[in-house]
């Protein structure tokens, strides 16, 4: 069973950075992804980076956020900048195949921006 460790979630004033990390255990082969889901609001495909390390991003993340992966370490981030009041949501790491890795879930991390 894969486990996936979020951490770094908080709060941040409008225009501030955060850095959400994820610890993977098992394999590095697999595409890794950021998910979020506001309140009242859809679940919401923010970024995906394969194992090759191409990436892809949701327009609404599009020149804001950064994927990358640590593949020695079995890691994954996501290097949120200019975060506005919208980008709240709790915000989940997971593992999986293609542009849509969504077979296995962390517990999702808290991501506040508010004034």
């Known amino acids: 069973q894969v486990q996936l460790v979020e951490s770094g979630g908080g709060l941040v004033q409008p225009g501030g950075s955060l850095r959400l990390s994820c610890a993977a255990s098992g394999s590095s082969s697999y595409a890794m992804g950021w998910y979020r889901q506001a309140p009242g609001k859809q679940r919401e495909l923010v970024a995906v980076?394969?194992?090759?390390?191409?990436?892809k991003y949701a327009d609404s993340v599009k020149g804001r956020f950064t994927i990358s992966r640590d593949n020695a370490k079995n890691t994954v981030y996501l290097q949120m900048n200019s975060l506005k009041p919208e980008d709240t949501a709790v915000y989940y790491c997971t593992q999986g195949v293609g542009w849509d890795p969504n077979t296995y879930w962390g517990q999702g991390t808290q991501v506040t921006v508010s004034s």
């Open positions: 980076i394969r194992s090759g390390g191409s990436t």
